[in-house]
Each structure stands twice: as structure tokens, then as C-alpha cells.
């Protein structure tokens, strides 16, 4: 029996538009699940992880390929999913931005001993569709294979480094890892100076709150209960992190659950809408500094979602990946999240070696839920949940 070990690192027109609310609904979920089995703090960029499942879900059958299905809310139809999925890379991940620098990388390591194994149109798919990176590898000498996987991620997706430890590689026959990387420039940044600390709820923990005064757009939400403001990235505000607060007695989880019925096209829809009637007034901005690192294993939310089969060795079927019974063993995500007076930097990445539990030195903001955008596709590229 082989096991696959998913690693997931986070560093239009109307069709499209239609296509990208599959990954950004399982998103919504995902994150939703994922903080609710941690209870903290939660940042992860989802998007990563629906690319890695779209791919291994047409390498499955039966019950396996059924539930991915359903969960990840992918097409039946290979080619066509094949087509969107492009469409949608080329635009939230290849259209050049002032300001913004932003990659989405698939890499696929598979053992020496397991490649004879694996079926060669499955490779093909993977390289061709998805733009992913089949390489073959001696999974025995573990520290080679390590050292190698890093110096080729520290190429491709710069500046992120040191993804892979040799536990990553240890007893795994198949390595499929997806890395995201955003760095954005505020399009109004923060002057430093007027940077201050304050309490979080009242307590003892501080924070540093960056504020200063200027015109974006703002509205209220009344379906959600809550308050939105946009602030863009980069000259032409292709990309956007939006900060939604709940109204007083409202709580965080209700305001996320109205993300049943509202999608982020309503939300930008209504910011718009609120510009185009009332102009863009001034208002005090107001927005925490702070580095979030996040550790997540993703097996009990993606249980919650309706997957099971996929990590049950006697139960998993992946006829078209390989020759040989393979079940996934572990799907993990490190989120590194860093908001600053200038902007944005973030990935992710699976091995995610560590615990979910929030580091030590990191202070997170609370209350409020924060998500980085492309807008013309309402593509969420990070989440994050801060209770």
C-alpha cells in the first residue's frame, strides 16, 4: 500500500466569473470548519488546497471520487474543468499588477521505486491542466530529496523557502504540494508614526493598530449585520483585502454564516453601488499590525465536508493515478499572514511541520474577518477568521 501526502504552501468574463464561486464556496466552507476544530485564530488560503483536490479527484473512482467531488464542487467533465481552471489561473494568478506580486505553483515529487507505478496519463494530466511540476525522486535518501525540493521552490516561488523537511518524505511514495505566494502594496499605505498600541478586548495583550484618515469605500451590510471596507492593492486595485466587523451584539459566527445566502460579488456590488450614490467619503481607518502563523491538519474539517474514503488505506481507490492501492495520509497547510503600514505579504504551504495552536509571539486582532481578493473573479486568495 502507497500513501500520497498532499502538501498545500500558500506564499473576466461571465462563465469565469461562474466558475471561480465553486473554489471560492468551498473556501468559505473550509475555513469555516477549520477554525471551528481549532477554536483560534485562523488564516489559510484555501484556493491552494481545491487546486491539489480538483487533480486528485480524477485520478479517483467509486465512492472516493464521489465524495471529492461533491465537497470540492468540481465538474465530471475533465476537459471542461480543464479549460476554467486555466482561464481562471491566467487571471488571478498571471495578469502582471503594479504593486501586487503574486505566483501559484504545483509541484508533484514521486518516489523512484513508486514512478514505474503511476499511470503515465495521470502525469500528463497533471502537467498539462494543472501546470503542474511532475518530478521524479529517490525518496531513500532523504536529505538529497529535501535539499532538492527547497532549492527548487526557492526558485520558483520566491522568496518562499524551506517548505520541505525529510519527515515530508519519510515513507510517502507520491508528494503533491501546491505553494501560494502574495506580497501587495497598499494603494494608500499607513504612515508608521501614527502606528499605536492598544489592548485586545480589553486585556491584558496589546497590539499595534495602524490608522490614519482617507477616502475607500465603506458600506454597511444589513443582510450580514455587519460593516465592510475595502482597501486596495497595488495602482488598479485588481486586488483588494476586504475587512468585515460584525454590529455590536453580533456575533463573528453570525455574521460568517451569512455567507450562505451573500456572496463576495453582493458585498462588492454594494461598495460599489454605495461609491457610485454617495462618492468616496473620508473615514478613520483603522487596521492591526501583526504576523499570524498558522499550522493546520485538515483531515477532521475535510471529514466534516464529507470526505472519508481518500484517507482510509483499505477504502481509498485511485485507479487512474497509479497501479498500486494509494490512499492520501495527511493534507496539512502552514500559513505565514504579515500586514503592515505598506502592505501585505503572505503563503502557505503543505508540510506544515508544528501545531495549530497560535505561536507565542503572535498576537492576533479579533472580531473581525479578513479576506485578500481578486476582484474581477471574487477569488478568495487568503482567509482569515479572527474571533
Known sequence: MFKILLLLIPFAACQEVEFSTRPNNVSILLLYFTQRSTETATVLSPFGIWSLMAGISYGARGDTYREILRAFLLFTDKERFSTNYKTLIDTVFKTPTSGVDISNNNFIFIDGNFNYAMERDYKNFLAQNLGSLVLPFDFENLTKTTDIANRLVSVMSRPVTNVYTIEDF??????????????????????????????????????????QRGKVPYSHLDSMKASVMELAYGKDGKYCMLIITPDPNVSLITVYKKFETITFRDILNKLQ?????????????????????????????????????????????????????IYIDAIEQKTEFYISEFGTVAYASTPGRGNSRQAAQDIAPSNMLLFVLEKTTTTIIFGGIFP
Open 273 to 325: 453601488n454605495d461609491v457610485n450614490e454617495f462618492g468616496l467619503k473620508e473615514i478613520d481607518i483603522k487596521l492591526p499590525r501583526f504576523r499570524k502563523s498558522s499550522y493546520h491538519y485538515l483531515k477532521k474539517p475535510l471529514n466534516d465536508m464529507g470526505i472519508y474514503e481518500a484517507f482510509e488505506p483499505q477504502s481509498a481507490r485511485f485507479p487512474l493515478i497509479a497501479r498500486e492501492p
Open 170 to 211: 519519510r515513507g510517502s511514495s507520491l508528494v503533491m504540494s501546491n505553494i501560494v505566494y502574495f506580497q501587495g502594496v497598499w494603494s494608500l499605505p499607513f504612515n508608521i508614526s501614527n502606528t499605536r498600541l492598544e489592548s485586545v478586548n480589553g486585556g491584558e495583550e496589546k497590539i499595534n493598530v495602524m490608522y
